[in-house]
């Protein structure tokens, strides 16, 4: 087993700079937390453990008995005009409009990232997709910052 040095991170960082951490974590798949130099914690994507096919066995969070308020661009909207500098990563972009329930897909599960990502690509006027999947509100064709 490889392990990209970038992935070796002091404690604290997931305390002060959380969604850096996720980020490096979707980069290299998983990274491992450091106290006094030592490993002592991993955090790992699913799929690092349960191997490409069983990816589909992971639990999916359903609500098929509501219904959506929005389209997933205007619940896109709505999360990232609260979201401090109006970005998100497209990921945590999906989980807090599920977690609002602003928006679920016709089975009642949440938004992929991938289905954010491409609406992206569908209203290049409204969004901008950035390295590292981060997804901008734009502003009247301008990002907002």
Known sequence: MSIDLDALIPFERIK??????FDL???????ILLKNNAPAYIIV?????????????????????KSSAYTL???????????????LHAAELADTIFLKGLYYKKNGSKAEYNQIRARCGHYPDMFEALPGNIIRLKISGKSVH
């Open 45 to 65: 994507k699913p799929e690092m453990v349960l191997g490409f096919q069983q990816q589909a066995a992971i639990p999916t969070i359903t609500n098929k008995h």
């Open 73 to 87: 661009q205007e619940a896109m909207k709505l999360v990232l005009l609260e979201t401090e500098g109006n970005q």
């Open 25 to 31: 974590v979707d980069k290299c798949g998983q990274v």
């Open 16 to 21: 002060n700079e959380p969604q850096q951490v």
